[in-house]
């Protein structure tokens, strides 16, 4: 693992099968108890969790498995719900702040990992240059048939939407499209959102995901 640096800090991780952008929203429904006491804890102090992705689904024998198996880079989840349905089920909704990169991680005796993290910056604001329209009008079709039928609920979106910002309109498309775990990590370690945006266009492209199927 990587030195840590004087800014670095100790963060619980909550690994997922999915990417978590900043910008983002992620609904969790929680019944294991290391994630109910980690998500209250996260209520009671206002401090976030990491979400980051495991990169395939291939068998995990030991914690050095797991460690090879977890992306390094991650995004901070801001818990904005926290709603009991049963006992011990919990429906959660938190949304991403800032991108870290992991540096060190250790598993807590309850199973929970933790992560020492160093923040990334987050994205400059870079207005959507002409060669981008047509991925960003992609986006906006999706989006507007995510409202309409309602795939994903309510605020599936942090407001406000930013369509005319690469940054945002990158996070987006990366999210919702049917992407493999590791092309998704690595379009969140992108630290240029411009160049981010051209990756998913290429892959737009190149894979033939214009007629995209929302799952």
Known sequence: MTTPSLTARWIPLFPLGTTLFPGGVIALKIFEARYLDMMKRCLRED???????????????????????????????????????????????????????????????????????????ADPEIPLAKEHEKVAALLNEIISVIKSEDLLGEDAFKMPLNQDDCGWVSNRLAELLPLH?????????????RIRLDLISEIIEDDGLRNIVIH
């Open 47 to 121: 401090t976030p969790f990491g979400v980051i992705s495991i990169l395939d689904n291939k068998p995990i024998e030991s914690n050095a498995d797991a460690v090879a198996n977890f992306s390094n880079i991650g995004t901070l989840a801001k818990l904005e719900e926290f709603d009991a349905i049963q006992p011990a089920l919990y429906m959660t909704k938190s949304y991403g702040t800032q991108r870290f990169k992991v540096l060190n991680m250790k598993q807590e005796a309850d199973g929970l990992w933790m992560g020492q993290v160093e923040l990334i910056d």
């Open 181 to 193: 775990p590791a092309q998704k990590n690595h379009l969140l370690a992108q630290s240029n959102p």
